[in-house]
């Protein structure tokens, strides 16, 4: 990276099964069918994201834990009509996402400190 950071990208099989950074672990990746259903973020996996398909290979759920922090996961379910369009979604657990704006928040300030590289900004994101 420009900065002398280093990114490493191990893959099992065609897919990432594990993002680095300079030697630390930034994520753990697992697939299956060629979709992600887990994955871990942090030092330590404090934050675990976990997807559910179904038989279509439509989302139906995903699961948001942020360990030792949150004493209730994030859930959203993807609900879809007859011929597959998404009707919508209900997402679980208010008082969880109060708490997780408040973590990505600190998280944010740290990162503008330390200039950390986060899995956001690996996979593209804003």
């Known amino acids: 990276m420009p900065d ?5 990208y191990h893959y099992q ?19 299956e069918y060629g ?9 330590f996996g404090e934050l ?12 139906r759920q995903q699961t948001l834990q942020l360990h030792q922090t949150l004493s209730k996961p994030i859930e959203r379910r993807y609900d879809y009509n007859v011929v597959g369009e998404l009707t919508g979604s209900t997402t679980t ?16 300030i740290a990162i503008k400190q330390n200039g950390i590289v986060t899995d956001k900004m690996i996979h593209g994101g804003n």
Do not use: P, Y
Not at 35 to 43: L, P
Not at 48 to 59: A, K, P, V
Not at 95 to 108: D, G, M, R, V, Y
């Open 35 to 43: 979709q992600e259903i887990r994955r871990h973020m942090g030092r």
């Open 48 to 59: 675990t994201c976990r997807h559910q398909f179904d038989e279509c290979g439509r989302l």
């Open 93 to 108: 657990s208010i008082s969880s996402q109060i708490a997780l704006k408040e973590f990505e928040s600190a998280l944010n």
């Open 13 to 31: 099989g065609e897919n990432v099964s594990q993002i680095d950074l300079n030697g630390q672990i930034l994520s753990n990746h697992q697939w």
């Open 4 to 8: 002398g950071n280093i990114l490493t």
